[in-house]
């Protein structure tokens, strides 16, 4: 099983340009989140999708919107990029969600100039 | 408000030594804490959890110790070998929505395992 998959793994964009991140999970999993990770610091949880057909706004969800596709897909969108969201994205699912055992994507390296 | 930190920022121990990796959180409402390991290069992969009606859980070479009297989580590695070395985060509960995965997590320590 590939896991969680993410595409692209790298991205440099302008400030003000759009972008996509995708994210599939092959696991059956009803649960999908979007987390940064900045420098030195732990990942902070911007969207999250409970189940199918649901998303909730994170800690940190200004400047992004998301879509929860099918059960297997959830995407991340940068409407207009702003240096501010220079950081390496993660996503992750979790079968359920009563566990914190998520099982997360290899990364993907966004470089806003 | 909630946080969640780490006293360590580098831990560094000889191969087969144990390693102690500590943690302190603020939000003594706090039930529910997780341990997860990051690779250079890799995304987090999940260690250990622990809830708060329990004292210590054991895994694998792994023992989490919650101390609720002082707000503090450990994480202790039995017998530590070189692919240990990664940088290990402690999270919590983020205490909104109904999902268990939404996590705060804390700054990382980074442990370097020598040979």
């Known amino acids: 099983n590939a896991g969680v998959t993410q595409t692209p793994k790298f991205q440099v964009l302008k400030t003000g340009q759009s972008m996509t991140l995708q994210c599939a999970q092959d696991?059956?999993?009803?649960?999908m989140y979007w987390y940064r990770q900045d420098p030195g610091m732990g990942l902070r949880l911007i969207y999250y999708?409970?189940?199918?057909?649901?998303?909730d706004k994170g800690e940190v969800p200004n400047g992004y919107n998301v879509s929860r596709l099918n059960k297997r897909e959830f995407s991340l969108r940068l409407e207009s990029a702003a240096p501010s969201q220079t950081s390496v994205y993660f996503c992750a699912s979790s079968s359920q969600t009563d566990t914190g055992e998520l099982f997360f994507g290899e990364g993907s390296r966004l470089t806003v100039l | 408000g909630e946080s969640v930190g780490l006293h360590l920022p580098t831990l560094s121990v000889q191969e087969g030594d144990n390693s102690i990796i500590n943690c302190a959180y603020s939000?003594?409402?706090?039930?529910?804490f997780i341990w997860y390991k990051q690779e250079s290069g890799k995304g987090p992969q999940f260690i250990i959890d622990?809830?708060?009606?329990?004292d210590k859980r054991q895994g694998q070479r792994v023992t989490v110790l919650l101390n609720k009297t002082v707000k503090h989580l450990s994480l202790q590695i039995a017998a530590t070998q070189p692919g240990d070395s990664a940088v290990y985060f402690c999270a919590e509960r983020a205490g909104y929505g109904g999902s268990q995965g939404n996590l705060i997590f804390g700054k990382g320590t980074k442990l370097s395992v020598k040979p």
């Open positions: 622990i809830r708060s009606n329990m």
């Open positions: 939000n003594s409402a706090s039930d529910y």
């Open positions: 696991m059956n999993h009803n649960s």
């Open positions: 999708s409970a189940s199918e057909g649901t998303t």
